[in-house]
């Protein structure tokens, strides 16, 4: 039922990439400005913005799902917002399915939230999926809350059309953020206790800007943000093949708090289901370009995505990327079955494959990436390193942070949030690596 009351506190729940995760706190700051309070846990809230994602299936199922179960203490449901891609991609749908929500809004469009729920608290229910060529981003607060690590949208949006992926019509066109607004946020983020900005967009690496006078490019950014003393760290994520310009390798060289960690997807080892897939390079461009940026930063962890069962892949094809693994040994890699995503030109290829297929090969990666990244972390074992410390660990005394190589690390001592600590990597897990503490540098 829609509500027709005020909202005083809110939760906002996000699924999915790092953007959503920065969307969401921008969503939070917002109602926080409105007077709303922060609920801690989902059934205090009187409004919850569910920002879905849509990258794979069962997206929309799991919303509905979870639009059904969301109660307040008192058994009413509360006021909900349904958010993110798949509010984009099927915002009508969803109004006409689930009466239960007051407002999709899409996006690119969440800085009107605070509209949508007034609108809400008098019974009237809205979309609001619009993808304005003026950005969001002017109208949103200034950065409040953050952690030693926080996030950085300088870029949204893609045109690389990869035929799988819903990205290009959920997030719209390419659109970089202004360069001075990102130092503005910058700022804003490092006042607020962040030492560690991970700039995200779909594809970093096609950044462009101006600083009043020239066109500024990817790694201008960084360079930028580098000068600000308080930062620490800075990472990037997610880039293109394709778009990865020299001045992006040097910088890896040249700029120290560049950590040497990159992020960049591949999807197949095979050329043909590159071509395929639209993705405009090939399994020997890819591995070019890697060689570069090792001998740029010979200690740089490689990272990247993999889609198993595209349409038509056959098994030697699928034999072809277990080879390219193989050839760059991966630090750490994400890796999905292939989901025919609604209107995009792969779900109505021939040769979907079988689940059975599927479920065979992902196994098979995922064994191969495993391995390797025990054998990286491993190989990490002796190093001394520096931590930033993120966040209390489980046990008492315990603290958590992120090695160069985005490895979590987590060790003993008397630290606080935000230190820089001097770690010697003592015992590697799968996935994670206990240190030994060493020595705190004060942020
Ligand atoms: N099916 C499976 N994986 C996908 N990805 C994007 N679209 C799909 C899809 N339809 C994966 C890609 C991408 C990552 C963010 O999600 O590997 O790099
Ligand atoms: Fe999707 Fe390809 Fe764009 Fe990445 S580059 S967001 S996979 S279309």
């Known amino acids: 039922m829609p509500h027709s009351r005020t909202p005083q506190t809110f939760r906002v729940k996000s699924f999915g990439c790092q953007m959503n995760v920065y969307d969401g706190e921008r969503m939070g700051e917002l109602l926080a400005e409105q007077g709303l309070r922060a609920a801690a846990e989902d059934e205090d809230a009187d409004l919850v913005v569910l920002n879905t994602c849509h990258i794979r299936e069962k997206a929309a199922e799991k919303v509905y799902s979870d639009i059904g179960r969301l109660k307040k203490t ?34 690119q469009a969440y800085h009107r939230l605070p509209q949508l729920v007034q609108a809400a608290a008098q019974g009237r229910r809205s979309t609001d999926t619009d993808m304005p060529a003026a950005t969001k981003f002017a109208a949103l607060p200034e950065r409040r809350r953050t952690g030693a690590s926080a996030f950085l949208t300088i870029q949204e949006g893609c045109d690389k059309f990869c035929t799988y992926c819903v990205v290009p019509y959920t997030r719209g066109a390419e659109i970089s953020r202004p360069f001075d607004d990102l130092l503005q946020e910058a700022e804003k983020l490092v006042e607020n206790g962040a030492r560690e900005i991970t700039l995200l967009g779909q594809n970093v690496n096609a950044w462009t800007g101006n600083d009043g006078a020239q066109p500024l490019a990817f790694d201008h950014l960084i360079r930028e943000i580098a000068k600000l003393p308080e930062i620490k760290r800075i990472r990037y994520t997610t880039s293109h093949p394709n778009d990865v310009t020299e001045g992006l390798i040097r910088a890896h060289g040249e700029i120290e708090k560049l950590m040497p960690f990159l992020h960049l997807p591949v999807q197949s080892g095979s050329d043909r289901v590159l071509k395929a897939m639209n993705r405009s390079h090939t399994s020997d461009s890819y591995l070019r370009l890697i060689e570069r940026f090792r001998a740029a930063r010979p200690d740089i962890a490689i990272s990247g995505d993999f889609i198993v069962g595209f349409p038509g892949e056959t098994d030697a094809e699928f034999e072809e990327t277990l080879q390219l693994i193989d050839e760059v ?5 994400f890796s999905f079955k292939y989901s025919p995503r609604p209107g995009t030109p792969a779900a109505a290829m021939e040769g979907q494959l079988p689940r059975e297929v599927m479920d065979e090969r992902l196994q098979r990666l995922q064994t191969a990436l495993n391995r390797d990244q025990i054998a990286f972390n491993q190989a990490s074992t002796g190093k001394r390193c520096k931590v930033l410390v993120e966040r209390k660990g489980k046990k008492p005394g315990q603290w958590l942070g992120k090695s160069p190589w985005l490895q979590s690390v987590f060790f003993e001592g008397d630290v606080k949030i935000g230190d820089m600590v001097q770690v010697e990597l003592a015992e590697a897990g799968p996935n994670s690596i206990h240190g030994r503490l060493l020595e705190t540098v004060p942020a």
């Open 74 to 107: 008192d058994g009413r449901p509360p006021m909900i917002a349904v958010a993110g891609c798949v509010a984009q991609a099927e915002g009508e749908e969803i109004m006409a399915r689930a009466p239960a929500v007051s407002m999709v809004v899409g996006p």
């Open 329 to 333: 040994g991966y630090a750490q890699a």
